[in-house]
């Protein structure tokens, strides 16, 4: 009976072990949505646009189900920038907003023509649907032209999506040699076998070769768990909201309708809404009751850092923001890209802590120990 609870205990943790081995751990990498080329804009709008509308015009509910399914497996943020298009080709054509978002991606739409957040975001991903549905409140609140502000807000959109893309490219290396490591002990018990020795019978006799394989399947454990840790601090936490860079060209676009710098701050506070929101309206009726410039973004946090120094210059000199806001843009999408690489190398030096504490000696453990004492065994049956 011993016996029996001994080999259920080890097939137990050998089958923990497998799955740890096998399981698919951290976020699918996120695919590019389609690099825009010189005049892909209006190329878009022209004949291939032109085709997208006549078909969803013929089947007002083929967009929504291309961008379900979408090709082979892309996600559905992948046609952020065909379905925005075609709405923008119909809103050029004359179609309201709800017709054109109705038409084109069978989303509905409120009486002012934003679209529903939630049927959106099953189209488009709830980040996306977010700021495609902020960026249709900007623009139907300070008048600007609303095609004109959801292609430039499409174009934001595959860019942090390369963004995205490039980081979880750079991690895929050090994440893939984490997970190959495990395979070690696999590795090293199949050579045993090949050998001739029998590294199961020994795991499983319930004495040295048993206590081996336990420890080395709860190194094999713990350091899965350890190299989780690491990706995902090298990963950082995502943050909630409109991203920075849609936030940026929504005040441009606030601005270029001819919106002060106060009158475009509430009006993307009410736009954005979620955690930036607020910000943006204190700060507006700060400026409007005389604050100080600094003193008007003492809570701002910092992600929204580079579009206040954008907006200084505007609001203390009365100069143009537009190349402040473009520059700010620049500096993040830097940034980012600098935060990328520099994540991915540390990781790299990091994971050799759990290869060295955990791995190496899991190894050992599960793949030479039950091997070594089966050949000492049989060499002295022998």
Do not use: N
């Not at 943790?13 to 590019?32: D, N, Q, S, T, Y």
């Amino acid at each position: 009976m011993v016996r029996v609870v001994e080999s259920l205990s080890v097939g137990l943790l050998v089958a923990v072990g497998l799955w740890l081995v096998l399981a698919r751990g951290g976020r699918r990498v996120v695919e590019v949505l389609g690099r825009p080329g010189p005049g892909a804009r209006a190329a878009s709008l022209a004949p291939g646009a032109g085709a997208a509308v006549r078909a969803a015009r013929v089947d007002p509910g083929a967009g929504l189900r291309r961008s379900r399914g979408g090709a082979a497996g892309r996600p559905a943020g992948g046609d952020v920038r065909v379905v925005v298009l075609q709405v923008v080709a119909l809103l050029k054509a004359g179609s309201p907003p709800g017709a054109a978002w109705s038409r084109a991606a069978g989303v509905g739409a409120d009486l002012s023509g934003v679209p529903d957040a939630e049927t959106l975001a099953r189209v488009l991903g709830a980040r996306h649907a977010e700021a495609v549905v902020a960026a249709t409140r900007l623009a139907l609140d300070v008048g600007a032209p609303l095609g004109r502000v959801l292609e430039q807000v499409a174009g934001t959109l595959v860019a942090e999506a390369e963004a995205q893309a490039e980081r979880d490219t750079a991690l895929a290396g050090p994440r893939t040699t984490g997970r190959l490591l495990m395979w070690l002990p696999v590795a090293g018990g199949f050579l045993g076998w090949v050998l001739g020795a029998d590294p199961v019978g020994t795991a499983t006799d319930g004495g040295i070769g048993t206590v081996a394989v336990g420890a080395g399947l709860v190194l094999l454990v713990v350091g899965r768990l350890w190299s989780d840790r690491l990706v995902a601090a090298a990963r950082g936490a995502e943050r909630s909201g409109v991203d920075v860079q849609v936030v940026l060209e929504l005040v441009a676009a606030a601005l270029r309708s001819g919106a002060g710098v106060p009158r475009a701050l509430q009006a993307v506070g009410a736009a954005v809404r979620g955690v930036d929101g607020p910000v943006l309206d204190r700060a507006a009726h700060a400026l409007v009751l005389g604050s100080a410039w600094e003193r008007a973004w003492a809570q701002a946090p910092v992600a929204l850092g580079p579009m206040v120094r954008a907006l200084r210059g505007a609001w203390m000199d009365g100069a143009a923001p537009g190349e402040a806001l473009r520059a700010a843009g620049a500096e993040v999408r830097h940034e980012r890209s600098a935060a990328t690489r520099t994540a991915a190398a540390r990781l790299g030096v990091r994971l050799v802590l759990p290869l060295g504490v955990c791995y190496l000696p899991a190894f050992v453990l599960v793949g030479l120990v039950p091997v070594l004492l089966a050949l000492g065994i049989d060499l002295l049956r022998g």
